[in-house]
């Protein structure tokens, strides 16, 4: 028996078969969403485990009914964060990335016909309407899951929003299903996260085989965008977006885009202070120094995007910025920087006294209790987890930004390491660089991932998040989406470039404070044009242009902020090093996109930066 009868919906004979069994589940309200994700009538508290062949009941998580929401918990460490190798492709249409058959020496089509026999004997599934992208016109979506995993539904339906059982549309005819099967981990893939791309004419499957959202729901629906942008010829870019209103009551749009981990979520936060009111500016790494300045009338934030932007041509109109509007409907909010109370008071409190209940991830609470955001599960004794995060629909924020804006600044970030001269590293970005649109560009191709990276599982230094910073989602080919990039700059050349590190400036520890200074800047200077001299090159071209200095509310920053090498832990022995390792990395990525199928302009700006290239070359290439 269904909650609505399933002939209501467009959809193909393998799907109907899958749902011609069990007891079909369309969710008719949030409320509803919440209360499946405690299966059992009245529970309080859930596991939410599978029989596996060969292993018996293993349990994946475990789901606490709290006064504010839902605390869910993996059982492994490993589930707590996104696999970078989660994503395969099973199709044969144009990828670069890996596909099924080559990593596992085998078709996909047995998995899949196991997949629906496995859906077809659980005694009830959910089956979540949606629209990928937008709630009016974005890509008709479903998500088929088994009932017990209740939470990872309501999880997306925050994230990306969902139709109501009683008004789905008659005829209603998905092009993209989410398949959710979390057993076959075990039973397939060796205990590893695993999603499936299977790109077929007219609809876009995705077989998601763990119950982490990160790789399953949330970068799923991504990669389900980009194969359609990669079709049409647009793209939705990794970025948060966020409108300020300086004290002076002047709007500037920021959007900022950058690997995991490169403060999308954090240029849309409010800037942390200490217990007195000040702000610190950094901490010094080798003389343990303190740097402070006060900051008071800070501008008002007005939330446009968290992780997902869609650069649609029909929002472009005649607009020479760039134009964007959210892709989601919820954020997926990593709070691991809330280490104690009163770090971040607004979300705290939201948090804490929401409207409705929140879905939260990797935090510990008892089944009765209010989860707060600081209580990190443990990974192991004394290391708490790094990547706890909550579910927050974006109506839940105040000020959001629903309607598309126009960007002033394309930042990108990079979460950098600590340099000094006797151990260089890449960490010489300066608080703020002005980049040319041409190296805007190259930055977007290379994206690196960063240091020590809380998000995902990864190795220890430099690795490349790839075009866009988006390739870990994308199915298709990297020159296709270098070409999209790069033709959305050419299109939106109204629109100007920055560069913001975030963890470290040399030697100082800084964390995100650097780049809700220069958030803080960029907006009440109002534009990032310059007169002739008040922009210098960089000692590293690939940092393009440096600030010769910079003052926020009357105070100066440290020289060294601006420009690493004038640090006197730094030097130009220890920058040049550091350069020098940032430089090799470049040229490494960039190989790949150097293809006959890349656009010429792309392949003159990279034959530019192999011939190493000066700042103003850049800038005469593609000019503002």
Known sequence: MSSIDVSVLSI?????????????????????????????????????????????RVVEATVARCKNGAAVNYVEPYMRRRDPEAMIIADGRPTDKKRYRDRFNDDFEPVRKETFEWLKEQESLIVLPFRSGDKHAGCPTLMVAPANAGFFVAGLADLQ????????????????VIYLAPPFRHTHFGGKQLVVHNRLLGMHELFSYNLYPGPSAKKGVYGILLNIGEQEGWTTLHSSAVRLITPYDNEFVIMHEGASGGGKSEMTQAMHREEDGRILLGENTVTGDHLHLELFDTCELHPVTDDMALAHPSLQADSRRLVVEDAEFGWFLRVDHLTEYGTEPILEKLCINPPEPLIFLNIDAQPGSTILLWEHIMDEPGKPCPNPRVIMPRSFIRNTVNEPVKVDVRSFGVRTPPCTKQTPNYGIVGMLHVLPPALAWLWRLVAPRGHSNPSIVSVEGLTSEGVGSYWPFATGTRVRHANLLLELIESTIGTRYALIPNQYIGAYKVGFIGEWLAREWMARRGSLKFRPGQLQPSRCPLLGYSLPSLRVNGQEMPKGYLCVHEQPEVGIEGYDAGAGILTEFFLKELDQFDTDD???????????????????????????
């Open 12 to 56: 193909p004979e393998e799907l109907a078969d899958v749902l011609s069994k069990p007891t079909v589940i369309f969710p008719e309200s949030r409320a509803h969403l919440f209360e499946l994700a405690f299966f059992e009538p009245g529970s309080d508290f859930v596991e939410v485990a599978y029989d596996v062949a060969g292993q018996g």
């Open 161 to 176: 929003g969902f139709i109501p059982a009683a008004e789905i549309p008659k005829g209603f005819k998905p092009e993209a």
């Open 598 to 624: 890349l656009i010429p302009l792309g392949r003159k700006i990279i034959g530019m930066c192999r011939d190493g290239a000066t700042v103003d070359e850049y800038m005469d290439v593609l000019p503002q």
